[in-house]
């Protein structure tokens, strides 16, 4: 089997409402871009893969890719994985291509592709991922609706410039939901500078947080610092009394070795779209369970993005929970999954499904696609 159409395209959906996200202060989000490459096989297996787009920085991307996935062996994911590699020498993050080439593996196969990397769940629990700074009454409002949902666990955003603010919103969700878990999300790993102030801990700072939210019973606190600061995280998971995760934005196998070796952080995030693949990801989440550590990996990118994610979460036996991007009404199930016939959602007792169609698990919508592909 040989690639034999190669397509890269921009896709935008505008949001009905402007989007705030908390980890690009000062920046209202108003549509949501996608690159989707598809790739289509001599046998007539088509692939698809979605990677994050903030503007028109893609264009010259077909061209760049099109001598490098072109008359290439779809089986053969390794060597993907060393382009992808190599595409770093640019500056270019393309981890996210990966997934055609799984995408085609498993519809040629007829199998799910978490059924091929070990098989392991069929379901993950899931936590509403929130995505903006919202006031202590909007957030109750929206920690019921996901309760409606069957969903019993819920990540927080900490990014306002006095974190105690932030405090204010989580003590405020304990209070009123004993039985829920929290998770808090600083975003201070890859932080977004420029457009607005945007706050950033130190090592000090990152303690106090954790250990008022370990007074909330607070299940992780998330990248209290930034993602290649390995020897600060060392240091403050020293005296920190509440788990550590991080990872949505490191590369590469080395990168999450030096979490481990440092016994840095407790939950490595890897995103297949944004840090890994889906390969390197069953390899750092062998690493992560080699050392006694869980995987969480992250999946705020697109729908596609989270079919793929998904299945590593179904392949890892370390994976115990599975990150479900929702902030209605800026980035609702429609934002988040346009292109794709059907969205993921959690079954009725709050965990997501790993989706189980072949290949990543869902189906491309091909008007979805021809109606919100622009010019690039
Ligand atoms: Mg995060």
């Known amino acids: 089997m040989r690639i034999v159409g190669v397509d890269l395209c921009l896709l935008e959906y505008p949001l009905e409402t402007p989007f705030y996200p908390a980890w690009l202060p000062g920046y209202p989000q108003t549509a949501h871009r996608v690159?989707?490459?598809?790739?289509?096989?001599?046998?007539?297996?088509?692939?698809?893969?979605?990677?994050?787009?903030?503007?028109?920085?893609?264009?010259?991307?077909?061209?760049?890719?099109?001598?490098?996935?072109?008359?290439?062996?779809?089986?053969?994911?390794?060597?993907?994985?060393?382009?992808?590699?190599?595409?770093?020498?640019?500056?270019?993050?393309?981890?996210?291509?990966?997934?055609?080439f799984w995408d085609i593996i498993g519809k040629a196969l007829g199998q799910p592709v978490y059924r091929l990397l070990g098989g392991y769940q069929e379901?993950?629990?899931?936590?509403?991922?929130?995505?903006e700074l919202r006031s202590v009454e909007e957030r109750l409002d929206y920690v019921a609706q996901v309760r409606e949902m069957g969903i019993r666990a819920v990540k927080l955003r900490f990014h306002s410039w006095d974190w105690r603010e932030d405090m204010a919103v989580a003590r405020a969700v304990r209070e009123r939901y004993p039985d829920m878990e929290i998770m808090?999300?600083?975003?201070?790993?890859?932080?977004?500078?420029?457009?607005?102030?945007?706050p950033k801990w130190d090592v000090s700072t990152a303690l106090r947080v954790a250990e008022e939210l370990a007074e909330l019973g607070v299940r992780w606190l998330e990248e209290p610092l930034d993602k290649n600061d390995y020897e600060g995280y060392r240091r403050l998971r020293e005296k920190a009394p509440i788990p550590l995760a991080s990872g949505e934005m490191n590369q590469d196998l080395h990168e999450f070795r030096e979490y481990l070796i440092r016994d840095a952080i407790d939950i490595l995030q890897p995103d297949v779209c944004l840090s890994s693949g889906i390969l390197m990801g069953k390899k750092i989440a062998g690493m992560a369970e080699a050392f006694g550590k869980q995987i969480a990996p992250h999946t705020w990118t697109s729908g596609l993005g989270l079919a793929a994610n998904l299945q590593l979460m179904g392949a890892s036996p370390n994976c115990e929970w599975a990150e479900f991007p929702y902030e209605p009404p800026g980035w609702d199930l429609k934002a988040r999954d346009y292109f794709l016939t059907e969205p993921i959602v959690p079954d009725s007792e709050g965990y997501l499904p790993v989706p189980s169609k072949p290949g990543l698990g869902v189906e491309i919508d091909e008007d979805a696609v021809k109606h919100y592909r622009v010019e690039n």
């Open 123 to 131: 379901r993950v629990r899931a936590y509403a991922s929130t995505g």
């Open 35 to 100: 690159h989707l490459l598809t790739l289509e096989t001599d046998e007539g297996i088509k692939g698809y893969a979605a990677g994050v787009a903030f503007s028109r920085e893609g264009s010259g991307l077909q061209q760049l890719l099109l001598p490098f996935l072109f008359g290439r062996d779809p089986m053969n994911v390794e060597e993907v994985v060393q382009i992808a590699r190599s595409a770093t020498f640019l500056g270019l993050r393309l981890w996210w291509i990966e997934m055609a």
């Open 184 to 198: 808090v999300d600083a975003n201070m790993g890859w932080r977004v500078a420029g457009m607005a102030p945007a």
